[in-house]
């Protein structure tokens, strides 16, 4: 069983940043997936990016793209969100997810294996 460790919320003025961190307790090997979503209290989470763990290759969600990136460093076992020029409607807890067998970007939470326990970020207008 996979553990997922959140860390890098918090509160950030409007045109900020913030860098969210996931660590995992085993190290990714093969076609190892991680990604980040957002939910807001009683919704359904939604998918922010997601990163193939063996090319590094990226995807977004359409409000995020150009502004937030996500990358992993292999040594720390660590996924990254680095989040730019914050807007308030990026407010909400984000989760970090991964799965195994990952072929393709899976955008629904209901793909992932693990979670994470979620960070709130919180941006002041």
């Known amino acids: 069983q996979v553990q997922l460790v959140e860390s890098g919320g918090g509160l950030v003025q409007a045109g900020g940043s913030l860098r969210l961190s996931c660590t995992t307790s085993?190290?990714?090997?093969?076609?190892?997936?991680m990604a980040w979503f957002r939910q807001f209290s009683g919704k359904e989470r939604q998918f922010v990016a997601h990163?193939?763990?063996?090319?590094?290759?990226?995807a977004y969600t359409g409000p995020v793209r150009g502004r937030f990136s996500i990358s992993r460093d292999v040594l720390k076992d660590t996924a990254y969100l680095q989040m730019n020029n914050l807007k308030a409607e990026d407010t909400d807890v984000y989760y970090c997810?991964?799965?195994?067998?990952?072929?393709?970007?899976?955008?629904?939470?209901?793909?992932?294996?693990?979670w994470g326990h979620g960070t709130q970020v919180t941006v002041s207008s």
């Open positions: 990163i193939m763990w063996n090319t590094g290759a990226a």
């Open positions: 997810a991964a799965y195994h067998r990952a072929q393709s970007v899976q955008l629904m939470q209901r793909d992932y294996e693990y």
């Open positions: 085993e190290r990714p090997s093969g076609t190892f997936a």
